[in-house]
């Protein structure tokens, strides 16, 4: 094990070599939920890019019909008399 060897090349008293080792797990337990904080955060996003996707298409569609089913009128594209 990596972690094993580390202790080793470092020498010291096996009191040293416990407490190095429970320094790391405990760092790597940190990572670890440090990791699945950001999963969570990372999954929750992605539902929100897929609902507003969806929302987004639908949105184009009724664009698309309305612009198709209405027939184009010049007066709707004329300024108020106030401009």
């Known amino acids: 094990m990596v ?6 090349l470092y020498g010291g008293t096996r009191a040293l070599k416990v407490e190095f080792l429970i320094e790391l797990e405990t760092k790597v337990a940190f990572q670890e939920d440090t990791i699945q904080q950001l999963n969570s955060v990372v999954c929750r996003q992605q539902e929100q890019i897929d609902f507003l996707l969806m929302k987004y298409q639908q949105m184009r569609a009724q664009l698309g ?13 004329e300024s108020p008399p106030h401009y």
């Open 65 to 77: 019909e309305i612009s198709c089913n209405e027939p184009f009128s010049p007066e709707l594209n």
């Open 3 to 8: 972690v094993f060897q580390i202790v080793v």
